[in-house]
Nanobody, 123 residues
Framework: QVQLVESGGGLVQAGGSLRLSCAASGRTFSNYRMAWFRQATGKEREFQATISSSGGSTYYAGSVKGRFIISRDNAKNTVYLQMNSLTPEDTAVYYC????????????????WGQGTQVTVSS
């Protein structure tokens, strides 16, 4: 089992920045690919970014590429999502997830999920 706890969400004005953190405990963090998804009200959960177990590879959804940066610190068992140039369309609950196989953009590739943290961007 891997337990994931997100933090760092909140209310921010359009154009602002937030940094989300996801602290992991349980099984060896460095064995897992990590990802961030988000789910807006009334919409499906959608992929945002992923990072390989070593941190050497990252991939982003087209809508956030160039604005969001995913990183991880395996010594601290933590993954981060730096979000810049936020818009109201980024308002959602953000989830971190840990997985070991499958297509990285699919939620089904991730075995463990956090409870989510709310991000609200005001105009």
């Amino acid at each position: 089992q891997v337990q994931l706890v997100e933090s760092g969400g909140g209310l921010v004005q359009a154009g602002g920045s937030l940094r989300l953190s996801c602290a992991a405990s349980g099984r060896t963090f460095s064995n897992y690919r990590m990802a961030w998804f988000r789910q807006a009200t009334g919409k499906e959960r959608e992929f945002q970014a992923t990072i390989s177990s070593s941190g050497g590879s990252t991939y982003y959804a087209g809508s956030v590429k160039g604005r969001f940066i995913i990183s991880r610190d395996n010594a601290k068992n933590t993954v981060y999502l730096q979000m810049n140039s936020l818009t109201p369309e980024d308002t959602a609950v953000y989830y971190c997830a840990a997985g070991s196989s499958g297509y990285y953009w699919r939620a089904s590739a991730y075995e463990y999920w956090g409870q989510g943290t709310q991000v609200t961007v005001s105009s």
